[in-house]
């Protein structure tokens, strides 16, 4: 990799995180229009809906991140076999740097021991990097920034459990989504849509419920019994009243992703994810030249 | 909508209930981790708190041609400061808390005892919140506790927020937790018999 393609990709980088942490994908601000045409006028579910829209179109238009918690970052790269992906991380990272100063993301990124932040978001663990080869000749980014408050109220059951009396079956995962809905209540910044693993270890479970909000909102699962599982879930998580921010309302979430993964036979873990309504997911077509050929969300 | 306008009365602020949706305009102090833990340890605060609002904010803050322009000013979770915030209410006589997220027991007891109401903003909303800011009237502890943690002195206008926890006793938190529970139960003993 010449050093003058570092530095063009680099530039596409910091401008693919820039996109990701000031617009929300259009699938999202979709999905907030039809929540707050569900919610009763002068309601408090439509009070905090309208700011949330308000502050969609604000953020855009300056430029400037939707929230201040600018969050996780995961960054999700195909990268063509001929380059060299070790060099292509530390471009990313090095990336992530500019855009901190720049202020596109905030300083983020604090040492569990000192409690000291180096102002980077660089350190063990932050970016999340998933980097992979394949066999296309362009590159493929996606990046999704990650809140704090609703990473916090995600929830891992192991079934059975018998607090929810949810036994190892498609009903007893059901329990879980529902359950881990109530536990949120507001404080994960809802309207929110909920990544879910079936299965998997500790791990691998949690890791996948990430990958499911690369998902857009309106797609359908590829397996008609999650698929089945996702309407039904969306559709009575709706019917708990929680409502935007936990004011109350119809629109408690936006959407429910599910997937499964192999699991031991010893063991049976239900994973959810919580993403707030600062959904930030971009991603984009990158031509071997660094140049962003087309935005995929 | 109601409109709540400087000076915050004891009177103006218990006739607010929870539910209600108010905008603020009027003097707001920010104040987060460090300030409600230093206030705790019984140090002064540098500015009176009386009949003021606490804001559960860390706001991003620049220096634009020698004036602070605040750039992102959305809430913080609130029930960080449940240990101190009832003290803080009752020793230093403020008459509002604004954050996201709620508080707990001991803080609905304080805003009923002593006449206080907790006003939930729309959590994320950095855009908005920042534009309802019109000035940076003054900034205290900067040098001691960092941008994020300092006090900041905010002249807001039509600041949008709900009011969860009002001085009566009430709190919508505990309300839609209840209501929301019942509806779980009723949704779990459905599942499996269809
Ligand atoms: S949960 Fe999301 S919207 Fe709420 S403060 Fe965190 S990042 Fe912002």
Redesign the pocket.
Same mark, same amino acid.
């Given at each position: 990799m010449t050093s003058s393609l570092q530095k063009k990709l680099q530039e596409t980088f910091i401008e693919i995180i820039r996109k990701t942490s000031a617009e929300l994908p259009q699938d999202v601000v979709d999905a907030v229009v039809e929540g707050l045409e569900r919610e009763a006028k002068e309601s408090r579910g439509e009070y905090a809906l309208k700011i949330i829209q308000k502050n969609i179109e604000l953020a855009k238009k300056k430029s400037q991140p939707l929230?201040?918690?600018t969050?996780s970052i995961l960054f999700y790269v195909h990268y063509p076999r001929k380059l060299d992906g070790e060099l292509l991380g530390k471009v990313v990272k090095k990336a992530v740097v500019a855009a901190t100063k720049k202020g596109y993301l905030r300083q983020n990124s604090v040492d569990s021991l000192t409690g000291q932040n180096n102002g980077t978001n660089v350190g063990p663990g932050t970016p999340t990097l998933h980097i992979e080869p394949w066999k296309k000749d362009h590159i493929e980014v996606k990046l999704m920034l990650?809140?704090?408050?609703?990473e916090n109220v995600g929830a891992q059951y192991s079934l059975p459990d018998s607090r929810i009396g949810a036994g190892r079956d498609l009903n007893g995962v059901k329990k879980c989504i529902l359950d881990a809905v109530q536990q949120a209540q507001g404080k994960?910044?809802g309207p929110g849509v909920l990544g879910v693993t079936i299965g998997g270890d500790r791990a691998t479970g949690y890791l996948a419920t990430k990958e499911q909000f690369l998902r857009k909102m309106k797609d359908k699962n590829p397996n008609p019994v999650l698929a089945k599982l996702e309407d039904e879930c969306l559709n009575e998580a709706n019917q708990l009243g929680i409502g935007p921010m936990g004011f109350g309302g119809k629109t408690t979430l936006m959407g429910v992703k599910v997937g499964a993964l192999n699991r031991l036979p010893a063991s049976y873990f239900v994973s959810v994810s919580y993403m707030?309504?600062?959904y930030r997911r971009q991603g984009a077509k990158v031509s071997a030249r660094g140049e962003i050929q087309k935005w995929l969300y | 909508m109601i409109q709540l306008s400087a000076p915050f009365t004891e009177e103006k602020i218990r006739s607010l209930k929870v539910g209600d949706m108010v905008e603020i305009t009027g003097l707001v102090f920010t104040g987060r981790d460090a300030i409600h833990k230093w206030l705790h340890d019984g140090n002064e605060p540098p500015v009176s708190l009386k009949d003021g609002i606490i804001y559960h904010c860390g706001p991003v803050v620049m220096k634009k041609k020698g004036q602070w322009v605040v750039t992102a000013a %959305?809430p913080t979770t609130s029930i960080r400061e449940e240990p101190y915030q009832a003290g803080i209410i009752e020793k230093h006589g403020v008459r509002a808390v604004i954050g996201?997220g709620g508080m707990g027991e001991k803080t609905r007891l304080a805003c009923q005892k002593f006449g206080c109401v907790y006003l939930h903003a729309v %959590?994320?909303a950095a855009q908005v919140l920042a534009e309802a800011i019109k000035k940076v009237r003054d900034v205290h502890l900067l040098e001691k506790f960092g941008s994020p943690e300092a006090i900041w002195e905010l002249e807001v206008e039509a600041f949008p927020v709900v009011v969860t926890i009002d001085a009566h006793g009430n709190s919508l938190h505990k309300d839609i937790e209840a209501e929301s529970s019942q509806n779980l139960a009723q949704l779990m003993a459905q599942i499996g018999k269809k």
């Open positions: 929230c201040q918690d969050g990650k809140g704090g408050g609703c994960g910044c707030c309504w600062a | %959305g996201k %959590g994320g």
